[in-house]
């Protein structure tokens, strides 16, 4: 068996990579998603594929799924009846949040959605104090008189979060046991999902697990049924947040490490293409046609994190650094009422679309912008698959954004591209100027439907030196489920340890017996996997961590003492100072297992003709129409080098390359574009 498939499930199409070990075959197809039943979708575009390469189901050694159904049930809240039991007096902390408010001076802001109702929300007696221990024992008739108040009501599953839970989880054991025992219920605690601190953040982590967990748990069991159904006797893997792909029974149980599948493979290609093209630092993004989404590699890994976002809900679980800006090629212009010009966040999505789609779009969006500047043909959209409809285009731009700014239909256009490249640059900004780095020593690779055509133009702004077209951009997100590693994480307090060094290296140990189980339930040898530790610190007084790697080896006074250094290093990088004389609090002992997939190592068509070159006219900034060069992206043989202004027109995605650039066709025939 030779052939390894990835499957990338967006809103509108599902995209499907197809590699052959032995011939070094690439085959992309692209096949319509199929919501609500995503799953669908999947085994269409398998089907598809498998058609489409002549390949047998048995040849398939290799199945990997990047999802965004855990993704949309939180984003459209479809959150199963849950009950929540916990301590006395925090009935509401579901409610009342963290604090955090997203408009500072907004007295009308909108709270996060509470997820579970307050009739649902159940306190009972007993208490744990700072330390772990009692203070007051359980009350445990009172957590079954709970118990059967949810035996009446639609309530599918029970969360039990506890003050004090990850330093001592028995409270929430024997909870769950009564509670499994007298209702049959299924029972989950905080202390098994996100056994760390902040009551808020892990009641809501393990509130949005459990609920994702319904959703997925169905999902992914129809997948498995009918991938054996189409006689492919391999496992399916899953991307998960972190960059890494774990089975659907991971996948099922940490159903919150779903959330952002989809980008965070993006990021994984990202970086692959990157160490390629010999370029250790870069800046990926990933525009589709609602938003884009921004990750980082640096010195050739990619950037994480331990927490994010979503629908305005904090995600505590490891996961690739991801930030997403709203603006896509369907992204809508529009005048405010001082009259300035917006991009976004607002999309006119597949339905009805651009308005130069022809399916009933009124409103200016970028893609509609690109068009009146030439830079899409209305000829060979997707592959002439489309007719554009240039003169509603450009007819609905002259009225609502050209007349209104005082320009002509091309000068608005470029203002549209401007904005919505300007919120791009400001993005990239944030996550690099911000955290103590310069944009201007990472390359920027982009991908996307709509991402080629701008990056170029975001990489001048940026003062970026290289821009990095990958082969078959619209589906490169696929690409990374298959150069993606198997990868789980553990993680615990470290509050109990304080700074001893035998406390931290036994905390260590614990954490990676359990995670080498946890492979070993995958059966994957324990021997394959490398364990990397880290260290969340902070300074004494502080509220929250940066997250630094420990040293190899044993952990002693002089490792200890390398992680507090590697701190005060991270915090100076990140907030502009640091502070060696401060004392360093050990707040998060963490670790993760990586067993490496192997490659890709996809064969190139090399050709000895010349590529076919015509030529438009196209509009840009400071010298208007030029005469510009078209060639089709895939007759570009390794070697060529194209001066701009030109186009580069691909299957699925189109290249702007702008005057004084150049673009040159790598050994692995990815377009660089250097200025």
């Given at each position: 068996m030779t052939v390894r498939i990835g499957i990338d499930t967006g809103g509108t199409f599902t995209d499907v990579v197809y590699y052959d070990e032995e011939t070094g075959e690439v085959s992309v197809t692209k096949?319509?998603?199929?919501?609500?039943?995503?799953?669908?979708?999947?085994?269409n575009g398998i089907e598809k594929i498998l058609a489409e390469t002549g390949a047998d189901p048995g040849e398939v050694s290799f199945l990997s799924h990047g999802t965004t159904v855990g993704t949309n049930a939180v984003l459209e809240e479809e959150i199963p009846p849950l009950g929540l039991i916990t301590n006395e007096g925090l009935r509401d902390v579901l409610e009342i949040g963290d604090q955090t408010r997203p408009e500072l001076y907004n007295l009308q802001t909108e709270k996060p959605p509470m997820l579970i109702s307050r009739r649902h929300r159940k306190e009972v007696p007993g208490r744990l104090n700072a330390d772990g221990e009692e203070v007051d024992p359980l009350d445990e008739a009172a957590v079954r008189e709970v118990a059967h108040e949810f035996v009446d009501t639609d309530v599918e599953s029970v969360v039990v979060s506890m003050l004090f839970s990850y330093l001592n989880p028995d409270h929430e054991r024997r909870v769950v046991e009564i509670v499994e025992s007298e209702t049959g219920l299924d029972c989950t605690r905080s202390s098994a999902v996100h056994p760390e601190i902040r009551e808020y953040d892990r009641t809501i982590t393990t509130v949005l697990n459990e609920a994702v967990k319904t959703t997925v748990e169905e999902y992914f069991a129809r997948l498995d049924k009918g991938i054996l159904e189409r006689d492919i006797d391999v496992p399916l893997n899953v991307m998960h947040s972190g960059g890494g792909i774990f089975g659907t029974q991971g996948a099922t149980e940490a159903a919150i490490r779903t959330v952002l599948s989809g980008p965070a493979a993006g990021a994984v290609a990202t970086r692959d293409v990157t160490h390629a093209e010999g370029y250790p630092n870069a800046i990926g993004i990933d525009m589709g046609g609602t938003s884009a989404d921004v990750s980082i590699v640096r010195e050739g890994e990619i950037v994480r994190s331990t927490?994010?976002?979503?629908?305005?809900?904090?995600?505590?679980?490891?996961?690739?650094?991801?930030?997403?800006?709203?603006?896509?090629?369907?992204?809508?212009?529009?005048?405010?009422?001082?009259?300035?010009?917006?991009?976004?966040?607002?999309?006119a999505g597949a339905d009805p679309g651009p308005i130069c789609y022809g399916r009933g779009g009124e409103q200016p969006t970028l893609t509609d912008?690109?068009?009146?500047?030439?830079?899409?043909?209305?000829?060979?959209?997707?592959?002439?698959?489309?007719?554009?409809?240039?003169?509603?285009?450009?007819?609905?731009?002259?009225?609502?954004?050209?007349?209104?700014?005082?320009?002509?239909?091309?000068?608005?256009?470029?203002?549209?591209?401007?904005?919505?490249?300007?919120?791009?640059?400001?993005e990239i900004r944030r996550v690099t100027?911000?955290?103590?780095?310069?944009?201007?020593?990472?390359?920027?690779?982009?991908f996307g439907g709509a991402g080629p055509m701008q990056a170029p133009s975001v990489a001048a702004e940026l003062d970026v030196k290289a821009t990095i077209i990958p082969r078959n951009p619209g589906v490169f997100s696929a690409r990374g489920l298959l150069l993606a590693d198997m990868r789980m994480d553990e993680s615990r307090s470290a509050r109990a340890a304080?700074?001893?060094p035998d406390a931290i290296s036994e905390g260590f140990d614990e954490l990676i017996t359990t995670l080498l189980e946890r492979f070993e339930e995958q059966s994957i040898d324990p021997e394959t996997v490398t364990v990397e530790r880290s260290v969340d610190l902070r300074y004494k007084g502080q509220s929250y961590e940066l997250t630094v790697d420990a040293p190899d080896g044993e952990i002693d006074t002089a490792?200890?003492?390398?992680?507090?250094?590697?701190?005060?290093?991270?915090?100076?990088?990140?907030?502009?100072?640091?502070?060696?004389?401060?004392?360093?609090?050990?707040?998060?002992?963490?670790?993760?297992g990586v067993v490496p997939t192997p490659r890709f190592e996809d064969a190139l068509t090399a050709t000895d003709e010349e590529a076919t070159r015509t030529s438009r006219e196209v509009y840009f900034a400071d010298s208007g129409y030029r005469k510009?060069?078209?060639?089709?992206?895939?007759?570009?043989?390794?070697?060529?080098?194209?001066?701009g202004p030109a186009i580069l027109e691909g299957a699925g995605s189109t290249t702007v390359v702008p005057p004084e650039t150049t673009a040159s066709i790598s050994a692995d025939g990815n377009v660089v574009i250097t200025r």
């Open positions: 096949t319509p998603s199929t919501p609500p039943n995503f799953d669908q979708g999947v085994l927490s994010g976002k979503i629908n305005d809900l904090p995600v505590n679980t490891p996961m690739i650094d991801i930030n997403t800006v709203g603006s896509g090629g369907g992204s809508i212009a529009w005048l405010d009422a001082g009259g300035g010009l917006h991009v976004g966040p607002e999309s912008a690109n068009l009146l500047l030439g830079r899409v043909s209305p000829e060979n959209f997707l592959g002439g698959e489309m007719d554009l409809a240039v003169e509603r285009t450009r007819e609905i731009f002259e009225t609502e954004i050209a007349n209104p700014l005082g320009e002509t239909v091309e000068e608005a256009a470029l203002s549209v591209v401007r904005v919505a490249n300007a919120g791009l640059a400001r100027v911000e955290r103590g780095h310069n944009p201007a020593s990472f390359a920027l690779v982009a304080g700074d001893d490792a200890l003492e390398t992680v507090r250094e590697r701190f005060h290093a991270a915090h100076e990088r990140r907030y502009g100072y640091g502070n060696p004389d401060e004392s360093v609090e050990f707040v998060t002992l963490r670790v993760n510009a060069s078209v060639y089709r992206r895939e007759e570009l043989a390794p070697g060529t080098s194209v001066e």
